[in-house]
C-alpha cells in the first residue's frame, strides 16, 4: 500500500530503481546516523528539479510564466471560481499574495513539475492499481481479490543489513516524541525550506488512535545498534464509500525516511510491510494521497488559502503584498468579523454526539467518495482533540493541546442540531526566524447544514449562503484563536464558497489515490461526467 508524502519534498520515491536524492549523491550508512559527523566539510548534493523549482518561487524572484500559464488554464477548465474573469495578470498577482514554500500548505505541487513519468515506476506496475492506458472501468471494484489470513505472509520483510523494525505505540509519551522527532526533522527535504510542520504529540495521537486502530499498522525502522528510529508509516482503519459500495480500507499516511537514508531504499519495503500488515487483518484496500503523481488518481483537488494574518505573514514572507495593492489595503481587504453571523452556534458538546453523526452521514451521502463514521468515531475526530482545561490556558482561544475546534448551530426552540463545523490545528515551524519561531496554519475538516436537504436549495443559492455564513463563523473561531492562515481543498461543497469568504487560489496541488480499487474519475478541481467539481470527494485527509 502507497505512502501519502506531504509535500513532495518528503515523499520518497518508491520506484525500485531509484530514489528522491541523486544518484551522484553520497550514500550514508547506519553509522552515519548513530553517532554525529566530526567532518567540517558539507557534502555536496546535486538539487533536484524540485528544489530548482521551489528555490524560484523563493525570495523576491518572479512568478515563472509556465506555472502563471498553467494555473489559468486550470481555473477556465474548472468553470467554476472566477473563471470568467481570470486573467495573466490577476492569475499572477494572485500567486504573488500567496508565494510560498509548498510545506506550508500541506501535499502540494508546483504546476506539473512533480509529475513523474508513470512508465519509470516500477514498483506500481506491480501494485494492484489502475496503470496508465487503462480506459475507464466498466464497473467499480477491487482489482485483486482478498485472501485468506494463512495465504498472507506471515514474515516480516527483511531490512538492509544494520536495521530493523519496530512497532511504534502513539500512547507511549517516549514512542510518539520519537515520530515527533522523525517527521518534523525529515519530513522537508529542501535545504532551502523556510517551513517544516511542526507535528505535537497531541495530534500524532488524535490522528493515529482513531477508534479501532492497530498499533501494528504503526510501522518504524530502527538503527539495530543504537534503537533510534530513522523510517516510519502508518494506517489507521476507516470504512469508506466509494459510490455505491462501502468498503473497509486502510488510510495511509506519515511515510518518512531519514534524510541520510533515503539511498537506502527502505520507503519500497516500509509500504511493503505495512501492506502485509494491513492484509492480516483482513483488508485489502487503501486510500491516499500525495503532491506527485503515480499510477493513478482518482481524483485531483487544489488548495485555496484565507490570509489571517497579514502583516506576520508578510514578515515570514508566507504571503506577498501585490504591486496593485499597499500592505494597509491588503490587511484591511481581509480583515474577519469579531462576532458570528449564524445564531445558536456553540461550541460542540458530548450531548451533540448523536445528532451530528446523523447529521453527518446524512450530509456526506451527497459525495460520490466519503467515509462512514460510527457514534465513537464520530467523538473521536471532532471531540477527541478538543484539548484540556478551560479556553485560554493554550493561548487565546485555545485549551492546553488542543488539536480540533468543533462547533455546533443548535435552533433555540426545537434544540436540533441543524448545521456544525470542524477544523484542525497544523503548525509550522519558520526556520531562522527570530521574531515569528511559528507559523499557525488551519485546515478545514468536515461541516454541515441542514439547509442542503431543503427543496431546491442548491439551485436558489440557499445552501451557498448558509454554507457562506457558516464557514464564515469558522474563521472567525480562527482568528479568535490567533491562527494565521486558514486552508481548504476544492472538495465537499467548498468550491462555490471560497471566493467571496477571500480564499486565495493556491498552487498546492493534491492527488487521492485508492488501492486495489477501480472506479471512475472523480470530481474535484474539476467537474466529472456532470458532477459539480468538488462534489466527487467527501474525505478529508490528514
Known sequence: ????????????????????????????????????????????????NASKVLNSLHGDSEIPQQLVDHVL?????????????????????????????????GKAGIGGSNTKDMGEHKFWGTQPVPQPGEGPPIDDGYIEPSKPREEVRQDAYPLPK???????DLSDPQQNKEVYDLLSLNYVEDDQAAFRFQYTAEFLHWALTPPGYHKEWHV??????????????????????????????????????????????????????????VHLKGVFQAIYTAGVVVPTPVSVCRYYHRLLNVQKLIDVKFAYVPRSMTLARMIRVNKVPNTFTVPGLREMEERDVPQVADLFARYMRRFDLAPLYDLD??????????????????????????????????DPDTHKITDFFSFYSLPSTVINHTKFPVLEAAYLFYYATETAFVDGAEESGRLKKRLEAVVGDALVVANKANFDVFNALTLMDNVPILQDLKFGIGDGILNFYLYNWRTAPLAGMNSESGVPAGKGVGVVML
Open 1 to 48: 500500500m502507497p505512502s501519502s508524502g506531504k509535500q513532495k519534498e518528503c515523499a520518497v520515491d518508491i520506484d525500485d530503481h531509484s530514489a528522491i536524492l541523486d544518484e551522484e549523491e553520497e550514500q550514508s550508512s547506519a553509522s552515519d546516523i548513530a553517532s554525529p559527523s566530526t567532518s567540517t566539510q558539507k557534502k555536496k548534493k546535486k538539487k533536484s
Open 73 to 105: 488554464d486550470q481555473v477556465k477548465a474548472e468553470g467554476s471560481i472566477a473563471s470568467t474573469e481570470a486573467s495573466q495578470e490577476n492569475v499572477r498577482e494572485a500567486l504573488e499574495k500567496l508565494k510560498m514554500m509548498d510545506v506550508v500548505k
Open 162 to 168: 544494520d536495521f530493523e523494525w519496530s512497532t511504534l
Open 220 to 277: 518504524g525502522v530502527r538503527v539495530s545498534s543504537n534503537k533510534k528510529l530513522v523510517a516510519f508509516i502508518s494506517g489507521v482503519p476507516m470504512t469508506i464509500r466509494v459510490r455505491k459500495h462501502q468498503i473497509p480500507v486502510a488510510e495511509i499516511n506519515y511515510l518518512c525516511v531519514h534524510k541520510k537514508l533515503r539511498s537506502k531504499r527502505l520507503a519500497p519495503v516500509l509500504i511493503k510491510e505495512v501492506t502485509r500488515q
Open 377 to 410: 468515531e464520530v467523538k473521536h475526530q471532532f471531540m477527541s482533540g478538543m484539548g484540556t482545561g478551560a479556553v485560554g490556558d493554550g493561548g487565546p482561544g485555545r485549551r492546553a493541546g488542543q488539536v480540533t475546534w468543533t462547533y455546533v448551530v443548535e
